[in-house]
C-alpha cells in the first residue's frame, strides 16, 4: 500500500514516481501487482474507453462508476480522480460538491483538476475541506476547444511564464503534486526545480519527479502510435489474432473440443 503521505516520502527522498491510468477493476489490479504508486482515473476514459474524440463528454456519473470500480481493484494503491469537465468551473460550491463524491461515495484518495491560476480558488476551498488535489497545467485537454487542438504548450517565453505562473499558483494553492502536460523538457525541468511538490509528466521530457501514461497506449492497445508514448507491447495485435483464430475454430468446428465440454 502506497499512501500519500508514503508518496511525498519517496518524492523527497528522489524516488522517482510513476503513474498509470486504471479505469476498472481488472487493469487497477494489475497496475497494483506491477508496482505503480498511483493510479489516475483520467478523464480519458472518454477516448479510450467510451470512443470519444476528446474528453468533453464524460459525466460525473460515469466517471463514479469507473472511479468505485478501480477502487475495488487498486488493493490499496492510491486512487486519483479526474474531475470531468464543467464538475468544477461552475463554482467553488458545485467543486466541493463533486469533488466530495468521488471520496464519499468512490473511495478515491484524492482528485485531480486542470488550471493554474484560474483554478487557485477552487484547490485552495477543497484542500482546506481535506480533500487532497493534484494541479494539471501546460496542455489542459479539457480547453481543447479553445486551444484549437493536442500540441505542445510553451515553446514561447510568453507561453513558458504563464505555465511556470500556473505551476506555482498550484503549489500555493495547496496541491500536493501537479501534471505537466506536452511542455518542453528543458521548462518541465525549470518548474520541476522551481517547486516543493511533485511535477507527474506526459509529453514533458525526463526531468519530472514522475511520469504519467495512458496504460492502454503503452501496453498497444490502441491504434495510434504517440511520440510521448513508449509501447511495451503490442496487445492489439495479440489480442485480434487471438480473436480472429477463435472465429475461424467456431465456423471450422474444431471448438468446443471435447476437453472443453461436459
Request: with cysteine; charged share 20%; hydrophobic share 45%.
Amino acid at each position: 500500500m502506497t499512501s500519500l503521505r508514503k508518496l511525498r516520502e519517496k518524492y523527497l527522498a528522489g524516488e522517482k514516481l510513476v503513474v498509470l491510468t486504471g479505469y476498472d477493476a481488472l487493469m487497477s489490479s494489475l497496475l497494483a501487482e506491477a508496482g505503480v504508486d498511483v493510479i489516475l482515473v483520467g478523464d480519458s476514459l472518454s477516448n479510450v474507453i467510451a470512443g470519444y474524440p476528446n474528453t468533453l463528454p464524460v459525466n460525473m456519473e460515469q466517471m463514479l462508476w469507473h472511479v468505485q470500480m478501480t477502487v475495488r481493484g487498486a488493493k490499496g494503491t492510491p486512487v486519483i480522480a479526474d474531475m470531468p469537465f464543467l464538475s468544477y468551473e461552475v463554482s467553488t460550491e458545485q467543486a466541493l460538491v463533486n469533488a466530495g463524491r468521488f471520496i464519499k461515495e468512490a473511495g478515491a484518495d484524492a482528485v485531480k483538476l486542470e488550471g493554474g491560476r484560474s483554478a487557485y480558488p477552487v484547490i485552495q476551498a477543497l484542500t482546506a475541506a481535506h480533500i487532497p488535489v493534484c494541479g494539471h497545467v501546460g496542455l489542459q485537454p479539457q480547453s481543447v476547444l479553445t486551444t484549437g487542438g493536442y500540441s505542445v504548450q510553451g515553446r514561447t517565453e510568453e507561453e513558458a511564464a504563464r505555465i511556470k505562473a500556473d505551476a506555482l499558483a498550484v503549489q500555493e494553492a495547496g496541491a500536493f503534486a501537479v501534471v505537466l502536460e506536452m511542455v518542453p523538457a528543458k521548462l518541465a525541468e525549470e518548474i520541476t526545480a522551481s517547486l516543493k511538490i511533485p511535477t507527474i509528466g506526459i509529453g514533458a521530457g525526463p526531468h519530472c519527479s514522475g511520469q504519467v501514461l495512458v496504460t492502454q497506449d503503452l501496453l498497444g492497445m490502441t491504434e495510434a502510435k504517440l511520440k510521448i508514448a513508449k509501447r511495451y507491447a503490442e496487445l492489439r495485435r495479440e489480442a485480434l489474432e487471438a480473436l480472429t483464430n477463435y472465429v475461424s475454430d467456431v465456423k471450422e468446428g474444431r471448438t468446443p473440443s471435447e476437453e472443453n465440454s461436459f
